[in-house]
């Protein structure tokens, strides 16, 4: 989501949040689900892109030196060890990358204590 907003309107992004995508010294790895995101909400009409979302959505993660995020089966079977309150299906794989990885988790929700994670959505956003 954090990224999503980095697309459109910055307003619901804490401002350590927007530094860390607007610095780009940082390895930046984006799950595909977030550019999945990008297309369906144009496609309804909920998101405005100045172009279709392939070559925005390209052009975008080359600007702020972004890659891919992959997901391999070590990944997902680590799912197995997440508390079951980290429901939904896609976020249970990008946390257990993140844990496995040793990685920072840019996220707009507040999860466990034992996962490296920074909060970038905006205090008042209601997230």
Not at 25 to 30: M, R, S, V, Y
Not at 36 to 39: G, I, Q, R
Not at 42 to 55: H, W
Not at 74 to 81: A, N
């Given at each position: 989501m954090?990224?999503?907003?980095?697309v459109g309107s910055t307003e619901n992004i804490a401002p350590a949040g927007l530094e860390v995508l607007k610095r780009g010294?940082?390895?930046?790895?984006?799950s595909a689900v977030s550019p999945?995101?990008?297309?369906s909400k144009?496609?309804?009409?909920?998101?405005?892109?100045?172009?279709?979302?392939?070559?925005y959505v390209r052009r975008r993660m080359a600007t702020?030196?972004?890659?891919?995020?992959s997901i391999t089966q070590?990944?997902?079977?680590?799912?197995?060890?997440l508390a079951l309150h980290h429901a939904g299906g896609f976020d249970r794989r990008f946390l257990?990358?993140?844990?496995l990885e040793k990685m920072t988790i840019l996220t707009a929700d507040r999860i466990s204590k034992s996962i490296r994670w920074r909060f970038c959505g905006a205090e008042n956003s209601g997230s």
């Open positions: 954090v990224w999503l907003w980095s010294g940082e390895d930046i790895d984006l999945w995101e990008v297309a144009a496609k309804i009409g909920k998101f405005n892109l100045p172009q279709a979302p392939g070559p702020q030196s972004i890659r891919p995020l070590d990944h997902t079977l680590k799912v197995y060890d257990a990358k993140g844990i």
